[in-house]
């Protein structure tokens, strides 16, 4: 390993420490680092609670650079490893959006009804029929 990967003191950061800074960067925009911080936590800590949630919050960091199809590979990477996540609802409304930022409209109508009809009577839900209502598809 380089010098530069081995913070000082010579051992890593601790998996609340890396999750912690990854969010800091993505909640100050920086998505670039912020993808990097949740991507190092995600194959580091695979086995804890936060993993998925790493997963989800890349896609939201390529979404939030309007990196669409690289948004949808990662949370249909992290709905494939972690089907149950607590995520898997937002990951998949955020898809839809995503499909439909990409003007592929009818994957983005298929998915909204995906949303609505696995996970009824969530927040996600609910906002997947009103843009299925905006999208003249109610």
Do not use: H
Request: charged share 20%.
């Amino acid at each position: 390993t380089s010098a530069a990967a081995v913070p000082l003191g010579g051992s890593a950061p601790s998996p609340s420490a890396l999750y912690a800074s990854a969010y800091a960067d993505f909640s100050k925009g920086n998505y670039p680092l912020a993808i990097q911080g949740f991507d190092e936590y995600a194959q580091k800590y695979p086995n804890t609670e936060l993993a998925d949630n790493a997963m989800y919050w890349i896609g939201e960091c390529n979404f939030s650079q309007g990196g669409y199809k690289s948004a949808i590979d990662a949370f249909d990477a992290m709905l494939e490893k972690y089907p149950q996540s607590d995520k898997a609802a937002a990951a998949n409304l955020k898809k839809a959006l995503a499909f439909v930022q990409l003007n592929q409209i009818g994957q983005g109508i298929e998915q909204l009804r995906f949303v609505t009809s696995t996970y009824p009577g969530t927040d996600e839900a609910r906002i997947a029929a009103d843009r299925l209502q905006s999208l003249g598809k109610p």
